[in-house]
């Protein structure tokens, strides 16, 4: 089992910059792919970013290519969400999750393990 503790949300004015972390812990956290994930008011949850533990491989949601990039410290089994120009628009919860689909996965159901999610409010 994989526990996900998420941390770094916040206000930020628009353009600005904010790093969420991911702190993964559990036996065999380095097999799993981990995915952010966002969920604004109405909305439905939507993939942002994803990392592959092993390789460190990316891919990223079209929307925020060139905005945020996704990284993980392995000596200290973190993955960082890093989230420069900020849009009003990107305001959501943000969730970290992990999973071991062969490939990096988009799909909310592909991720097994969730965290609780941090909020980031982008004011305009």
């Known amino acids: 089992q994989v526990q996900l503790v998420e941390s770094g949300g916040g206000l930020v004015p628009a353009g600005g910059s904010l790093r969420l972390s991911c702190a993964a812990s559990?036996?065999?956290?380095?097999?799993?792919?981990v995915g952010w994930f966002r969920q604004a008011p109405g909305k439905e949850r939507e993939f942002v970013a994803a990392?592959?533990?092993?390789?460190?491989?990316?891919i990223y949601a079209d929307s925020v290519k060139g905005r945020f990039t996704i990284s993980r410290d392995n000596a200290k089994n973190t993955v960082y969400l890093q989230m420069n120009s900020l849009k009003p628009e990107d305001t959501a919860v943000y969730s970290c999750?992990?999973?071991?689909?062969?490939?990096?996965?988009?799909?909310?159901?592909?991720?097994?393990?969730w965290g609780q999610g941090t909020q980031v409010t982008v004011s305009s």
């Open positions: 999750a992990s999973g071991q689909t062969l490939g990096l996965s988009t799909r909310v159901e592909d991720y097994i393990y």
């Open positions: 559990g036996r065999t956290v380095s097999s799993y792919n």
């Open positions: 990392i592959s533990w092993r390789s460190g491989r990316t």
